[in-house]
């Protein structure tokens, strides 16, 4: 396998900075507190806020737009206005976001009971 250190980044997932380094033949990789795979938003945290913040400010941009040009057109029925915004408001909103990892309940009680397990939701299906 054949590893390109131009485009790698390596990341720490810990609570606290910790610093890593990690060699590649003669190269370091630069370490990254975040980075964007696949459009989604990793912290080294493992935290989902600023990707859900990103997403609803997104979302929001595409419901602007939206207002102005779908919204308020009396031609177009309540159907095609739904349809138009679950085809565009939805994915937009809800990109790659099948499921989500609630590291901690309360902020601050993953601390208190570290055997406590992971939780994986569902937000939102497309096939159902």
Request: glycine share 4%.
């Amino acid at each position: 396998m054949r590893i390109s250190t131009s485009k790698s980044e390596s990341m720490v997932l810990n609570r606290k900075r910790v610093d890593c380094t990690l060699r590649v033949g003669d190269e370091v990789l630069p370490q990254v507190e975040e980075f964007k795979y696949l459009g989604v938003l990793f912290t080294s945290e493992g935290r989902m806020e600023r990707e859900i913040d990103r997403r609803i400010g997104a979302a929001s941009a595409v419901m602007r737009t939206l207002h102005g040009s779908v919204a308020v057109k009396r031609e177009l029925s309540r159907k095609a206005k739904l349809s138009i915004y679950q085809s565009i408001f939805v994915p937009a909103l809800t990109y790659e976001t099948r499921h989500f990892l609630l590291c901690d309940r309360v902020k601050g009680q993953a601390d208190k009971e570290p055997e406590e397990p992971r939780v994986l939701i569902t937000l939102w299906d497309p096939r159902k």
